[in-house]
């Protein structure tokens, strides 16, 4: 078992002179070490042999709210100064500045993709001295873009994200964004002027009951409700599959729901409610406003099936850790390219008594913590109980296990 391999790499503008500069891929200003071209514009340069240790985070913690911005933080040795913007020496003088793109990869799989805000220092009196490069991706971006006043069409989820992305005043190029196509269909309720791009759209991933974040490679991703993974692509944890440590169960009402209000824009109010499970545990309200559906029945279904979803307790397998340090290249390669919305399956036998518990779960939060001489994920987790029934699988497939639709 071995280290799978790092990389942290930082975009550098290595602009010299004023041009003309090399075009990479271009079959007459791409040709390297040619007098008539120069080497310039951001250059992604690899600091990995400084880099102490390096943290990454993505993902959000629970259900019901919306994805931060993944963040990442990496210590680099600083003991000759060079993350030091002042030091005129530095073979990086000029480039020890915010908004400087970083990328981290682990095993040939990037991890991260954001640009860095602070280069915190912290020098010390034996010289050990220490940069601390602090990062963020695309979610701040978006955060800072808004949307000039508009009616738009009525249209799926999946097309209002396009729309948004393409708007004047975000204008998302269309290479960096993964959409999906969306079972909710949003209504024509007019957009006012400055409103926030990431608040709307994060509205349509709460009205589709999907996902709305940056992913690893720095694509911005909406996930749709349709759950239709395939054994093909199911990572299994524990008996047989992947060994994991520190798994964090919960069970309770952090999930509880037993009365659910839906309003939309423009529209009515649906409640549902699961009158057992008030009778048990008494009104466990979860109210969703403002939803973008086009007609009351859509919010109704919503709220139907939150009723169903969430109106009893869950034994729930909240996050667990993997050491990938001490896993084989397979192993580590799964590991690696799991991303959020990630399928997962978990067999667990507490204290190796009883029968072993097995449970269905969707990634929703990747953490990293390496350095060099070990690395830990960490995944946190979301149920899977309304997975797509996918016909001719091995796994889901299997009738009444899944469901065929909302």
Same mark, same amino acid.
């Given at each position: 078992?071995?280290?799978?391999?790092?990389?942290?790499?930082?975009?550098?503008?290595?602009?010299? =002179?004023?041009?003309?500069?090399?075009?990479?891929?271009? @079959?007459?200003?791409?040709?390297?070490?040619?007098?008539?071209?120069?080497?310039?514009?951001?250059?992604?340069?690899? #600091?990995?042999?400084?880099?102490?240790?390096?943290?990454? *985070?993505?993902?959000?913690?629970?259900?019901?709210?919306?994805?931060?911005? $993944?963040?990442?933080?990496?210590?680099?040795?600083?003991?000759?100064?060079?993350?030091? @913007?002042?030091?005129?020496?530095?073979?990086?003088?000029?480039?020890?500045? @915010?908004? &400087?793109?970083?990328? !981290?990869?682990?095993?040939?799989?990037? +991890?991260?993709?954001?640009?860095?805000?602070?280069?915190?220092?912290?020098?010390?009196?034996?010289?050990?001295?220490?940069? /601390?490069?602090?990062? %963020? /991706?695309?979610?701040?971006?978006?955060? $800072?873009?808004?949307?000039?006043?508009?009616?738009?069409?009525?249209?799926?989820?999946?097309?209002?994200?396009?729309?948004?992305?393409?708007?004047?005043?975000?204008?998302?190029?269309?290479?960096?964004?993964?959409?999906?196509? =969306?079972?909710?269909?949003?209504?024509?309720?007019? !957009?006012?002027?400055?409103?926030?791009?990431?608040?709307?759209? +994060?509205?349509?991933?709460?009205?589709?009951?999907?996902?709305?974040?940056?992913?690893?490679?720095?694509?911005?991703? %909406?996930?749709?409700?349709?759950?239709?993974?395939?054994?093909?692509?199911?990572?299994?944890?524990?008996?047989?599959? !992947? @060994?994991?440590?520190?798994?964090?169960?919960?069970?309770?009402?952090?999930?509880?729901?037993?009365?659910?209000?839906? *309003? &939309?824009?423009?529209?009515?109010?649906?409640?549902?409610?699961?009158?057992?499970?008030?009778?048990?545990?008494?009104?466990?309200?979860?109210?969703?406003?403002?939803?973008?559906?086009?007609?009351?029945?859509?919010?109704?279904?919503?709220?139907?099936?939150?009723?169903?979803?969430?109106?009893?307790?869950?034994?729930? %397998? +909240?996050?667990?850790?993997?050491?990938?340090?001490?896993?084989?290249?397979?192993?580590?390669?799964?590991?690696?390219?799991?991303? !959020?919305?990630?399928?997962?399956?978990?067999?667990?036998?507490?204290?190796?008594? =009883?029968?072993?518990?097995?449970?269905?779960?969707?990634?929703? &939060? #990747?953490? +990293?913590?390496?350095?060099?001489?070990?690395?830990?994920?960490?995944?946190?987790?979301?149920?899977?109980?309304?997975? *797509?029934?996918?016909?001719?699988?091995?796994?889901?497939?299997?009738?009444?296990?899944?469901?065929?639709?909302?």
């Amino acid at each position: 078992m071995t280290m799978p391999v790092e990389k942290v790499e930082v975009g550098f503008d290595l602009t010299s =002179g004023t041009g003309p500069f090399i075009t990479l891929d271009d @079959p007459v200003s791409g040709v390297l070490e040619s007098p008539d071209w120069t080497l310039g514009g951001t250059i992604f340069y690899d #600091i990995t042999d400084r880099v102490k240790s390096f943290n990454v *985070s993505r993902g959000r913690s629970s259900l019901f709210s919306a994805f931060p911005a $993944g963040n990442a933080s990496v210590a680099l040795n600083n003991h000759d100064r060079a993350f030091d @913007p002042l030091y005129t020496a530095s073979p990086f003088y000029g480039n020890i500045i @915010p908004k &400087r793109e970083i990328r !981290i990869t682990s095993g040939g799989v990037i +991890q991260f993709v954001g640009w860095i805000d602070d280069w915190n220092l912290n020098y010390s009196p034996n010289g050990d001295s220490v940069a /601390d490069a602090i990062a %963020f /991706d695309a979610t701040g971006v978006l955060a $800072g873009r808004t949307l000039s006043a508009t009616t738009p069409v009525e249209q799926s989820s999946g097309a209002r994200v396009n729309a948004i992305l393409s708007a004047p005043g975000v204008e998302w190029a269309t290479g960096l964004r993964e959409v999906d196509t =969306g079972e909710a269909t949003l209504s024509t309720a007019d !957009i006012p002027a400055n409103t926030n791009a990431l608040s709307y759209l +994060q509205n349509v991933a709460a009205t589709e009951a999907g996902n709305l974040f940056v992913g690893k490679t720095g694509k911005v991703v %909406f996930q749709d409700r349709t759950k239709a993974p395939t054994s093909d692509s199911l990572v299994l944890f524990g008996n047989g599959g !992947i @060994p994991f440590q520190n798994l964090e169960v919960v069970f309770g009402s952090e999930n509880l729901y037993n009365e659910i209000t839906v *309003s &939309r824009e423009g529209g009515g109010t649906a409640t549902a409610q699961d009158n057992d499970s008030i009778s048990e545990y008494g009104i466990r309200n979860l109210t969703l406003t403002n939803l973008l559906f086009s007609t009351d029945a859509q919010s109704l279904e919503l709220a139907l099936n939150y009723a169903v979803e969430f109106s009893q307790p869950e034994y729930r %397998f +909240q996050s667990l850790e993997v050491a990938l340090h001490k896993l084989g290249a397979t192993d580590q390669e799964k590991i690696n390219n799991l991303e !959020i919305g990630s399928i997962c399956k978990v067999l667990f036998t507490p204290n190796n008594i =009883g029968d072993a518990i097995v449970r269905f779960v969707e990634v929703i &939060r #990747i953490s +990293q913590e390496v350095n060099p001489e070990t690395h830990y994920t960490t995944l946190g987790f979301s149920s899977l109980d309304y997975a *797509s029934l996918v016909l001719d699988d091995a796994e889901f497939g299997k009738l009444n296990a899944y469901s065929l639709s909302w």
